[in-house]
């Protein structure tokens, strides 16, 4: 995971901001506030992502999208609205190792 500037994010035009992320290491609860305060400051959807690298990790993070009709407009739209939650745990304690360690 990388640390971005608020002015960049603001002038890559991005749609969210990651707050939480399966693989996040010692800093879990500090990455998980800062993006947070980060997304609440500027406005953005807050989204999770597992940064699955095997099959084990698949579907540790993901994000609910509620939307009817169930389509990628649909989706993509809820998602530039706010309408996306993360949800999931982090990964296990052997997956993180192994992904921190390369």
Request: hydrophobic share 30%.
């Amino acid at each position: 995971m990388i640390s971005i500037s608020e002015d960049v994010i603001e002038r890559i035009k991005t749609n969210t901001i990651e707050t939480y992320n399966a693989k996040t290491f010692f800093s879990w609860y500090l990455y998980i506030k800062k993006n947070e305060n980060r997304a609440n400051k500027l406005g953005f959807p807050q989204t999770g992502g597992s940064d699955a690298h095997s099959h084990n990790s698949v579907g540790d993070m993901y994000n609910v999208v509620n939307v009817l009709p169930k389509t990628v407009k649909s989706v993509i739209d809820a998602i530039r609205r706010g309408r996306i939650r993360p949800e999931g745990k982090t990964s296990s304690l052997r997956e993180r190792l192994r992904w921190s360690c390369g």
